[in-house]
Every structure is written in C-alpha cells, then in structure tokens.
C-alpha cells in the first residue's frame, strides 16, 4: 500500500547520475560525520512507525541538494528480497542497495553454521534485516524516482522494548556482518568510500570472511 506524504525540503547530498556522483552524494551526506552513507534523523525516522506494519519512506534528491519528491509504502507482511542486494516495494518497484556486492561462488562459515552459494548468505541477511525493521528509509537520486530497479543507501529503525532501540545504516550492517563487501571501480577504488572501515570490520573473520576462499578472491 502506498502513503501519501507531505514533501518537505531537507537539505543533503548531491544527485547526479553516475557512479562518480553516487560519490559525490555520499561524500556530501557525510559531511562532519563518521556515519554511513550520513546521519539521519532518527527521530524523523522512528516516528514513521506504525503499528502492524513495516513503512518504507524513499526520498529522492535533486541537484540542489534538497529532496524533491517523496514515496511512502506500508506492508503488513514486510518488504521482501529478491537478490543479495535487492528488495521488492511493489508490483513495479524494487530497490538496489547500491555499490554491495556478495562474494563469489559458495562459501562457508562454521560458526554461524552455513555452507552454500554466497548469493544465498547475503539474501538470507538482507531478508533478517528487512523483516526486523519497523521503518525503512531510503535515499536516491531524482532521476531514479521512476526506475523499476532503483540505486538507493537505506537506513532501518529496530525496536525491541526495553532491549533495542536502534537507527542503523543498512549497507553497513550488512557489510560489517560479512554478507556483502563493497564493488569496486575500474580502478579499484570502492565504490562505497563511506563502508571501508565496516569492510574492515567484516574481514575480521565474519561472514564471507571467515572462507579463505573467499579471502583470497
């Protein structure tokens, strides 16, 4: 189900169209933070909850660093995925989470008792991700708004009383967890500059990392 939602005009990153400007976005989104991909407004992000449903917010930028559209969609069955760095909004939408990747071929983690294809680990973490968050919130470029697959970085509200009460990068749990680890250019350079320390922390031995396989790739 889709939301309508009142535009409002909030001031971060740039929207391009290339991967260079991908970079640009972040690099200004980053900007006197060390946060993934931004801060956010968490508690922007956390009102948007409600009752029985999983909210997913997308906001779209344009050149002058304001958001020039909004989409809000609710679910009471959550939003599902569809690859290791995709997930499904509707009949006409899906979103990528942009400059991700999983590993090659099959790996496996004993400790977290998996052995298969790597596509599969990191779908199975995207899925827990989604299924956990109460509120999705999304970023993108305007040129982006109506693409059926669409570059976006999210952010995930996780509430559980009195134990948890959270606003995460997405991107960055999932690297940091090992699902996924970052693209990278010709090159060679990342092309998520604002996820190398959480690579770093992934290559300690999670997830993918703990396969010297996958190591050695």
């Known amino acids: 189900m889709q939301l309508k939602l009142t535009q409002t005009r909030i001031k971060y990153g740039y929207v391009l169209s290339s991967s260079a400007s991908w ?50 969609y609710a679910s009471a069955n959550g939003f599902q995925a569809t690859s290791s760095t995709d997930f499904r909004v509707d009949d006409k939408t899906s979103l990528h989470l942009f400059g991700l990747e999983p590993c090659r071929g099959e790996m496996v983690n004993r400790t977290e008792g998996f052995s298969g294809r790597c596509d599969d680990f990191a779908r199975e973490q995207l899925s827990i991700k989604l299924k956990a968050a109460k509120v999705l919130y999304c970023r993108a470029f305007l040129s982006e708004e109506n693409a059926a697959m669409q570059d976006v970085t999210c952010f995930g509200y996780y509430n559980y009383p009195g134990t948890l009460d959270t606003v995460d990068n997405i991107e960055e749990q999932l690297v940091s967890l090992g699902a996924l680890r970052l693209s990278k250019k010709a090159d060679g350079s990342p092309m998520r500059p604002d996820l ?22």
Do not use: C, H
């Not at 989104?29 to 999983?54: C, F, H």
């Not at 300690?204 to 990392?209: A, E, L, V």
């Open 23 to 72: 970079v640009s976005l972040l690099v200004a989104l980053t900007a006197g933070s060390a946060e993934a991909a931004g801060s956010v407004n968490g508690d922007y992000i956390r009102s948007l909850a409600a009752p029985g449903k999983t909210v997913l917010v997308v906001e779209y930028y344009d050149g002058q660093k304001s958001v020039a559209a909004r989409k809000g």
């Open 196 to 217: 190398v320390e959480a690579e770093k922390i992934g290559r300690g031995g999670f997830g993918m990392w703990a396969d010297p396989r996958v190591q050695g790739q």
